[in-house]
């Protein structure tokens, strides 16, 4: 991979503030990235491939370097917000194409939120409280949708600190996992050891989609293009190394959790980690450890609500989305319609559907964003712009499409079909909105004089 040695960044708009460097963005897309899908999703890949949890992990780690190799370029070559969306809208100029690539960002928002109210209402609040999963998770989702209706105001900082907490829970248990090996402890032999009733590389493949699932958050990064200094400099630093920092968590958590635990234990709960813990027969509380779990996941279910209900309302404001969308509050000035939207939709989702089938559902999603991230990246690089960026050699989207075309055929009929709801409910409110504008259009047309203009993002 090369740098692009032309002119400076020249004259750029005036827009935000570029006060983000190179560690700070560093610091953001490791807590992004090593969110909460680790302290629920072990179990779930255990299912699949017994004790070489690794081997989907590794093969999820090519695929997110192949994709962050197109977005390290996207990113330095249009240092805009607005993410895959943007890009697409950029290679291709069709207004659809581009509205159902945000949706589908909105989309994958609201199904990963709704993964994680079911995984913050399983074993991890049932170490502390003995209530009912489902009244657990709606009351969770309406925690969280009060906060997003008041507003977040979240600096940097204070995500770091959030992120040092759950990195602090993933750091406990590799300690307890080497204290384990270290005393002889454990069964080291079980991390070669393939699920009895699988074969080994449909299981590797199968559990790899859901291990792809935890290595997800590195392309929100694509949303602060605006506020990096030097993004041409920073952000193939910051996001390799994010990656690789979040690879390495991963597969120590995974070996150690293996050594510790059986696998078909940590197959059967939805808080795996905390089996750790507490088969280790150490000192560490396991109400601590729970507490610790559910601020991690928290954390991240008010992250991608946030994130879905913004997106919902971007695309409202391009004119892609209807109107209503786009409402705020007068005084906490909050999209408010788009966040109960948004709410209701995980709530619906929360009830229906399983942390194993949301979360393949959302890989899904977002592996067809990164499709077409990958091939605008093809298309654009004819595209020649006036300050450095860095470049990827054609070959590493060739490899993240083919990578991503692989995964995709790993997902079940249920898994598609709930992405072709998606697909037809985005579909149903792009022509409403489209409609909606044409009417308005016309009658200020009729009553102005003036030229109708064109919904779509703006440079």
């Keep these: 991979m090369t740098n692009d040695t032309s002119a400076p960044l020249a004259q750029e708009k005036p827009g935000l503030k570029r006060a983000v460097g190179t560690w700070l963005l560093f610091a953001f897309i490791v807590g992004d990235t090593l969110g909460a899908g680790i302290y629920t999703l072990v179990g779930t890949m255990a299912t699949d491939v017994g004790g070489v949890i690794w081997l989907p992990l590794l093969i999820a780690l090519v695929v997110a370097l192949l994709t962050a190799g197109t ?99 993933l750091i406990l248990v590799i300690v307890i996992a080497a204290i384990v090996f270290g005393s002889g402890g454990g069964e080291p032999s079980r991390i070669f050891e393939f699920a009895p009733d699988v074969a080994p590389l449909q299981g590797a493949f199968a559990a790899s989609i859901i291990a792809f699932f935890s290595f997800l958050g590195f392309e929100a990064a694509a949303n602060m293009a605006e506020e990096v200094k030097n993004p041409s400099r920073s952000y193939p630093r910051a996001l390799f190394g994010a990656i690789l920092t979040a690879a390495v968590v991963y597969l120590l958590i995974a070996i150690g959790a293996v050594i510790v635990v059986e696998p078909s ?64 509050l007068p005084k906490r000035r909050t999209p408010w319609v788009s966040i109960v939207v948004v709410a209701g939709v995980t709530m619906l989702l929360t009830v229906v559907g399983d942390i194993s089938t949301l979360a393949e559902t959302t890989v899904l999603l977002l592996l067809l964003v990164f499709l077409t991230a990958n091939v605008s ?55 409403v909105a489209r409609f909606s504008r044409r009417r308005g259009d016309r009658k200020i047309a009729a009553r102005t004089g003036a030229i109708p203009t064109v919904a779509g993002f703006r440079d």
């Design 71 to 169: 977005y390290a370029e996207l990113i330095t070559k249009y240092p805009h917000a607005g993410g895959a969306a943007r890009y697409v809208d950029k290679a291709f100029g069709i207004p659809f194409l581009s509205f159902l690539v945000g949706f589908l960002m909105m989309a994958s928002g609201i199904t990963t939120a709704a993964a994680l109210a079911n995984a913050f209402a399983g074993d991890y609040f049932s170490a502390l409280f003995d209530i009912p999963p489902i009244p657990v998770a709606i009351g969770f989702i309406l925690v969280l949708t009060l906060i997003n209706l008041r507003g977040v105001k979240e600096s940097l900082a204070t995500n770091m600190v959030a992120s040092m907490i759950e990195v602090s829970g």
């Design 265 to 328: 234990k940590l197959a059967t709960s939805s808080g795996p980690l905390l089996e750790v813990v507490t088969a280790s027969g150490l000192a560490v509380p396991g109400w601590l450890f729970s507490l610790i779990a559910l601020v991690a996941i928290a954390n991240g279910a008010l992250l991608f609500m946030v994130m879905a209900s913004r997106v919902a309302y971007g695309l409202a404001e391009s004119g892609l989305m209807p109107h209503a969308f786009g409402k705020v």
């Design 377 to 431: 990246v093809l298309v654009l690089k004819k595209d020649k712009v006036e300050h450095e960026h860095f470049s990827v050699p054609r070959i590493v989207p060739i490899l993240a499409i083919i990578a991503s075309i692989v995964l995709l055929t790993q997902q079940t009929g249920l898994v598609w079909l709930a992405t072709a709801g998606y697909v037809v409910v985005g579909a149903i409110l792009f022509f």
